[in-house]
Structure formats: structure tokens, C-alpha cells
């Protein structure tokens, strides 16, 4: 028999929601956990505490949402894919199976992230460096296995292909391809 769902006590989920087994939510009493209505908590997924999210959020299994994180409204966090601490998102977002977001993060409305995409946050991998996430943009499109150093900017309605190691800003409604990351020359690749 598959273990039950725990749940601390600081605990607001809203109406209609599915909680399957073997889910965690909440990793102390006193710092609130916050979920719309109409979600979907496939097993196997852990939400820390402090963590507010909209209506129409769903989990694959085995998702993880760490503390300090705001989700907005229709978003997917995919099987196997983790939200680190401190991170903002916006609404009708979906983030594909085994995508790591790393923490201090912002994903903006309407955006893609494909699966296996990773973040990253320390520029220097040095203990106590201050940490900083990418900023993905409205409408952005990241293609599956692409990395997105930190600090970088994903511009509105810009597409990262699959692959591509993201070292800097990617302007609005440009496609950039590669290791590293270059503007795709429309003319040249038909």
C-alpha cells in the first residue's frame, strides 16, 4: 500500500484540488503553504513551506518546490523537475520533466521551458558568492537540454533552440542556437 500525503498544520489549499500519495507539503508549522484551486499533486512530489500557488497548478511526479517561491496561475512543473527556493513565476507556465530551476529565478507569463533545461545561479562556485538566476522574459521558448547561465536575460517572445549554453542576453524575439548561444542568422539557415 502506497504511504499517504503529509501535510503541516499552516496548510490553505483551495477547492477542487487532487492530492495523490506519497506527497509532502509544508516542512514546518509556522511558515504557510498557500494553493489555488483546481491543482493537481501527482505522487511522489514535495512542496516546502512558504510557498504560494495560483489555480490550475499541476505536478508530475516526483516534482520539488523549495521554500520562498511564488507560482501564478496554470502552471506544470514537470515529473522529476525541481523548483529551487526563492524563485517567481508567473502564470500559464510549463516546465518539462526533469528541468532544474535554479534558485532566484524569474520566469515571467507564458513561457516554455523544455525538458532537461537547466539554471544556474553562481557565476563564480565560490562558497558565500551572491546568487543570481536567470530572467526569463513573457512568451519565451527554451528548447530541451539548453542552460541558461546565471544572470542572464531571456527577452520577451525569445527562443533558445535545444542544446544552446545561453552566456548572455538574448535580445526580444531573436532565436539563438549553440555552445555558446549565438543569434540564429534567419537567411542562412533554410
Request: glycine share 12%; with cysteine; proline share 4%.
Amino acid at each position: 500500500m502506497p504511504p499517504k500525503s503529509r501535510a503541516y498544520r499552516n496548510l490553505t489549499i483551495g477547492k477542487d484540488c487532487v492530492i495523490q500519495d506519497d506527497v509532502i507539503i509544508g516542512n514546518s508549522d509556522k511558515d504557510p503553504v498557500i494553493i489555488g484551486d483546481h491543482a493537481l499533486i501527482r505522487s511522489g512530489s514535495i512542496i516546502y513551506s512558504n510557498v504560494k500557488i495560483g489555480n490550475g497548478f499541476k505536478t508530475g511526479h516526483r516534482a520539488l518546490i523549495r521554500e520562498n517561491s511564488e507560482i501564478g496561475d496554470n502552471v506544470l512543473i514537470g515529473t522529476n523537475a525541481v523548483l529551487d527556493g526563492n524563485c517567481k513565476l508567473g502564470s500559464n507556465i510549463s516546465v518539462q520533466t526533469g528541468a532544474y530551476i535554479t534558485a532566484f529565478t524569474t520566469v515571467e507569463d507564458n513561457v516554455f521551458i523544455g525538458p532537461w533545461v537547466v539554471t544556474a545561479n553562481d557565476k563564480y562556485m565560490l562558497t558565500g558568492a551572491k546568487l543570481i538566476g536567470p530572467t526569463i522574459k513573457k512568451g519565451a521558448r527554451i528548447g530541451a537540454n539548453a542552460t541558461l547561465l546565471p544572470g542572464v536575460v531571456i527577452g520577451e517572445g525569445a527562443v533558445v533552440g535545444s542544446g544552446s549554453v545561453v552566456t548572455k542576453d538574448v535580445a526580444p524575439g531573436k532565436t539563438v542556437v549553440g555552445n555558446p548561444a549565438r543569434e540564429l542568422n534567419r537567411k542562412n539557415s533554410r
